[in-house]
């Protein structure tokens, strides 16, 4: 399935794996990571759900 909707969830920790498995996505731009706005998810399922599984607090959520 087609990743629809991805956000982060409160607790992030800025360890920065999101943005380095998924830079197209995810940015780091102060102490928590943020989605980045008008991505086409679609195009990178398989990197956000590798990012959701690699974070150490669980924070990344998405909708498929």
Excluded: H
């Excluded at 607790?11 to 920065?16: F, H, L, P, S, V």
């Excluded at 940015?27 to 590798?50: H, M, N, Q, W």
Aim: overall charge negative.
């Amino acid at each position: 399935m087609a990743v629809k909707k991805v956000w982060i969830e409160e607790g992030c920790t800025a360890c920065e794996v999101c943005v380095d498995i998924c830079p197209e996505v995810f940015e780091l731009p102060d102490d928590t990571a943020v989605v980045k706005d008008g991505v086409d998810f679609s195009d990178y399922g398989d990197k956000i759900r590798e990012a959701a599984e690699n974070c150490p607090v669980e924070v990344i959520q998405f909708e498929e």
